[in-house]
């Protein structure tokens, strides 16, 4: 990559302070790069801390959790070290984020359209009028009929609210969208036709986006590049072609082995023996060892460092980690 | 469905629940023990048999209660005649509207003040979960909520007139009556400040858990995260998206009480012997002047029933998702 990273995530690493007292480690040095107008898909299990890496980016973690250590880096600018006032003008304007199962995401006792609106207002983008005509164009560039924008988020479909979610995200004119999942709780046609959407206006807009998904095949599909997560770890992270063809850490490797599966339902992750890590009991060294069928001694003792492999491609691997430094 | 045919629905079934109400307070009220002649005349008084049959037949009682006694009674409750209170000599009709006035406005001041205080402190604490805040305003509310109404006015009453100075009881100092208004109102008002506070702390713990509640799930709701997403400030969000959503079971809650203001009125009008009509009821209950409960009781129904309605076209307004249910 040549250009300069948009998004720059460098050693982050967030915690939850569970209610019985013990503290999770959610995030543990989490580091990847968004570059302009590219598509990042962030895939792992179920727990891996996918959703938690978005908003600890946003700043928008519950109460109950915090940002420990690291920098998100955006534009050069670090986003943890802006005042809460300029962080607020940095959302949506710059940073949009459509969440996961948009079922609730639209507030049900205001119009689709008020609540698009509502989003250019915050910014100062435009007076009243012209904001409402952009809510049209914005909800005509989703295909959704204006007729529909005074209506209210139950009058809507599933798909539909989650077009609306994406029209909202791009109210503001972002350079970067989060989808956590954007296709969950969505039946399958309709998760084609918002994959599609977003791929439709990601190229129309120049839009960098990191997509969040179980699905390898989206992946292969529509990313430049993966980053792999493992127990609040980046496991594997690179561009799609490289990690596909020759994935290093024994976890994606395994994740790929069962890909292309056909007999699998679309929209899930191979299932791989054992459990992930309990963050509040992490075990020593390496967090993928219990269930690594490569591990051997130094991996239950020591924790592998992240090891550059050529490419902008990296893992997090003690074998590898030995291959290099025998080079 | 559009909000024409629900309200529609919705007036029809109040309509259903108030013809069943005004069969049982008919019912009620003629299986209830007692000789409304007697009643009249007064006990110890002798009067022949004679003539009260001739009152019986009067008044109708010689006929089958059913159906001609209750067509009657239709008939006249719909001209807005509930009959004649046996122990005040007047008609019912006349007798509650004066002590309605009374009751609206005292109960009205409680209510208004303890939504207003119980709404915001329950804002307040849920918002500043599990902080000092919190803690003081739940144990508060809790105390509140719990607290039986005539011990709370009994302790006011006798810690207020004896350390401020306020009246025991009464809505107007005797020596006022019949006094130019400027001299009525503040004398009025001084009177309320027991009874209203005795209110206002009783209802306040409700609304406060009500509301600490319901804050506390919508700010637990995606779209809250998705508003902080946009850009808001907390402040930003909880107007504009939390708290219109959080308001809905209030709504309900202020429906329900303002339905049982006669009722709730009950303990605090006799504690501070205000000439209201829960004062009224218990007088009637222990004189045993069925005509004047039955009025009351239909009086008390139908504000329930109104209130319900109320609150069901409100609903409407706030929610529109109730349309479609
Ligand atoms: N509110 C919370 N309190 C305590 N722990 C939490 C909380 N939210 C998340 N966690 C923990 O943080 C870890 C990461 O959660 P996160 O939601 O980021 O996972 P995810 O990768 O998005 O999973 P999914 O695919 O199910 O969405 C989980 O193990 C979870 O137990
Ligand atoms: S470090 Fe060891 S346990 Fe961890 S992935 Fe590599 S081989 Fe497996
Ligand atoms: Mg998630």
Redesign the pocket.
């Known amino acids: 990559m040549t250009s300069l990273p948009l998004l720059r995530v460098r050693n982050l690493s967030s915690e939850?302070v569970?209610t019985d007292g013990t503290v999770?480690r959610?995030l543990d040095d989490v580091s990847f790069d968004v570059h302009p107008g590219q598509t990042v898909g962030l895939v792992?299990?179920?727990?891996?801390?996918?959703?938690?890496?978005l908003?600890s980016i946003m700043r928008l973690l519950?109460v109950?959790?915090r940002i420990t250590s690291g920098q998100v880096l955006f534009n050069g600018t670090d986003l943890l070290g802006l005042s809460e006032a300029d962080m607020r003008r940095c959302r949506w304007k710059e940073l949009a984020i459509v969440f996961?199962g948009a079922m609730n995401a639209l507030n049900p006792v205001m119009t689709v359209g008020e609540q698009i609106r509502e989003a250019i207002l915050l910014h100062d983008l435009m007076d009243s009028s012209h904001a409402t005509r952009r809510v049209d164009e914005l909800l005509d560039m989703v295909g959704i009929a204006a007729s529909r924008r005074d209506q209210y988020p139950h009058q809507y479909s599933g798909g539909m609210r989650q077009r609306a979610m994406i029209a909202m995200a791009l109210a503001c004119q972002p350079s970067l969208l989060f989808a956590?999942?954007p296709t969950t709780a969505l039946d399958v046609m309709v998760q084609a036709q918002i994959l599609e959407l977003l791929q439709k206006i990601q190229k129309l807009l120049g839009l960098a986006v990191v997509l969040?998904t179980?699905d390898l095949g989206v992946v292969a599909e529509v990313c430049d590049a993966v980053v792999v997560?493992y127990g609040?770890k980046v496991a594997e992270n690179g561009p799609v072609d490289e990690v596909y063809n020759h994935p290093r850490h024994p976890y994606t490797q395994r994740l790929l082995e069962a890909f292309p599966d056909l007999n699998r339902p679309a929209g899930s992750l191979a299932t791989i023996p054992g459990t992930?890590p309990r963050?509040n009991a992490l075990p020593p060294g390496c967090r993928f060892a219990p269930r690594c069928h490569k591990a051997f001694d130094r991996c239950h003792i020591e924790a592998p460092v992240e090891t550059g492999l050529g490419r902008g491609h990296t893992a997090a691997c003690h074998l590898l980690e030995k291959t290099e430094a025998a080079k | 469905m559009n909000r024409r045919d629900y309200l529609l629905r919705k007036i029809f079934f109040s309509l259903v629940t108030l013809a069943i109400v005004v069969v049982l307070n008919f019912v009620l009220f003629r299986v209830l023990p007692g000789d409304p002649v007697r009643a009249v005349i007064g006990r110890n008084v002798r009067i022949s048999a004679d003539t009260q049959q001739a009152l019986r037949e009067q008044f109708g009682l010689d006929r089958p209660v059913f159906p001609d006694q209750f067509l009657t009674a239709l008939g006249q409750w719909s001209r807005g005649n509930l009959g004649v209170s046996w122990s005040l000599r007047k008609p019912v009709g006349e007798v509650l509207v004066a002590k309605l006035g009374n009751t609206l406005l005292l109960i009205g001041l409680g209510q208004v003040l303890s939504i207003i205080l119980g709404v915001a402190l329950g804002l307040l604490a849920g918002w500043k979960r599990k902080t000092a805040v919190d803690v003081g305003a739940l144990t508060f509310s809790l105390i509140a909520w719990a607290i039986p109404t005539f011990w709370l006015g009994i302790i006011l009453l006798a810690a207020g007139s004896t350390w401020l100075g306020l009246p025991t009881g009464g809505i107007v100092s005797p020596s006022n009556v019949g006094k130019p208004l400027y001299t009525v109102l503040p004398d009025v008002a001084h009177h309320l400040i027991l009874p209203t506070l005795t209110l206002t702390i009783l209802y306040m713990g409700e609304y406060m858990l009500i509301m600490r509640s319901s804050i506390m799930e919508v700010l637990g709701e995606d779209y809250i995260l998705t508003a902080k997403a946009k850009g808001m400030s907390h402040w930003q969000v909880l107007r504009r998206h939390a708290l219109k959503n959080a308001m809905l079971p209030i709504v309900t809650l202020i429906a329900i009480n303002l339905g049982f203001t006669v009722s709730g009125a009950i303990y605090v009008e006799t504690v501070f012997s205000y000439d209201g009509l829960g004062k009224m009821f218990q007088t009637a209950l222990v004189k045993q002047d069925y005509p004047l409960l039955q009025g009351a009781f239909l009086l008390l129904a139908v504000s329930v029933i109104l209130a319900n309605m109320l609150a069901d076209i409100l609903y409407t307004y706030l929610d529109p998702r109730v349309k479609a249910a």
């Open positions: 939850f569970t999770a959610a792992g299990e179920s727990g891996c801390g996918k959703t938690t890496t908003l519950p109950s959790a996961q956590d999942e969040v179980h997560m609040g992930p963050l």
